[in-house]
């Protein structure tokens, strides 16, 4: 009954968030927004007499994605692959937790609904400290904006209608779990106020422009992303901060514009799933 | 600020429901399980002096867009495109429906978030009473299963973690109208019996076997789907009939390795989006 099973899970970077800290990890999580992408994460599960981790051939340890398949009682080489920097604000831990949920769901045949490996990814990032929205925006896809926090049984989720070419670059990491374990009450008062406004007015635009005021007001920028959001809002783009990283993000050709040489990509239009090679082969 | 855009929605075949009417039209709804496709509707919205719709470049009219533009105060020209047959089971309805809504809010700017084009988009179809349950399936993708009724603020909904060919035939259409403002009791109690057994155990062979059952419960076969559903069974594939279509669903090559001439998509990965060019030129 098992088998390799693939799945794809696309990036994701968050705009502005506040947190939320609840009764049990699944109900506990952050409201805020942000953007999917095309870059993703592809992780491929194949059983195994003993646990092992790879980003892009290179063995790791990642602590939530050890944690959810102890949680799911079986024992996997997993692969994963991604053309997006690790910590940096991606989500690539999110992605890879929710496309080991999704892969080994298929190859050890565990009869999960997607809700329930939805929410025991969550909950694996959750106890890892190593994210707090970052599943669940990235099992919807499109531009997520995380309304209530915490698994699907518990959160609540809408969408800004919206596609479009992004361009990205990364000066390095931050660390997630520095911030979301330390004092965040600016933060989630700032948090509050952006998805406020992003309600009122949920266009693309609205988003760059809250993520931005998001970022100055919760004390998160750092010098480089200033300087190069800076840059494209001069020549006329849209850019704001990947959080958390140090990274930079900018609608359609804002950073080429700008001068700088970004990574490119596009709004991912759906959420995680998994991969078919028919379909990869087709479209 | 006016221009051009165009969304892609997912078909979507039902394979049990159940019908819940609620005090207004998005709460109302269908509980139940279905298939979105990759062959879906494309919808391309432009500003016009007067409401024209077309589907495959033949003028019509779909009560459902109708009332929908005139909910958005908006007058347009909506070209729709399908490979899909309309009232044969495929959602072609709740499909145009939907993607009128998400390319008008793009072309009229409109400024609404995703959930509440979706609820404009089920509200249209409860009231035209072209379909309880397409448009919230469609607008999630993948194998949706409906857990509660109505648009987004009111239903709730799961999915099967599936992916894989789907072919399909249709010897022509059932009205949904009929059916679903007839007498439902029996048709409902099959439909939350189904519903109770996927999500059990929610697999493909499962959703396929319960759909199976649940048309010959709830009354609904006719004659040349049984015959179809019978010798796909026969040479050992999984096939179902689409409600509410006079059309057979089968897994994989299900169809063809029994003799029938059919046509060929695959489970979507995602729900309705905008189209960005970039995008399609891409994938």
Redesign the interface.
Known sequence: MTESASAFVPGHVTTFFSVHRRRTPAETGSRGGGITL?NGVTVRIEPADELKISLNGTELSMDPVTRLLSELGVIASVEANSPLPLGAGFGVSGAATLGTA?AA??AFSL?????E?IELAHVSEVESGTGLGDVVAQAR??VP?RLEPGS?SNGKL????????IEWHSFGDLSTEAIISGDIDQLSTAGEAALAAV?K???LPTLFEVGRRFAREADLLVPEVTEAIETVHTTGGEAMMAMLGRTVVALDTGLSDAGYDPAHC??H???A????D??HT??
Chains 1, 2 share one sequence.
């Open positions: 095309t999704l769901n298929q009869g999960y609904s997607e809700n490996l896809g499109g904006l699907p809408d969408g800004i209608p919206a596609t479009g070419r309600r007015q949920p266009t596009w709004i239009p759906g959420g799933t998994l991969r078919s028919d379909i087709r479209t």
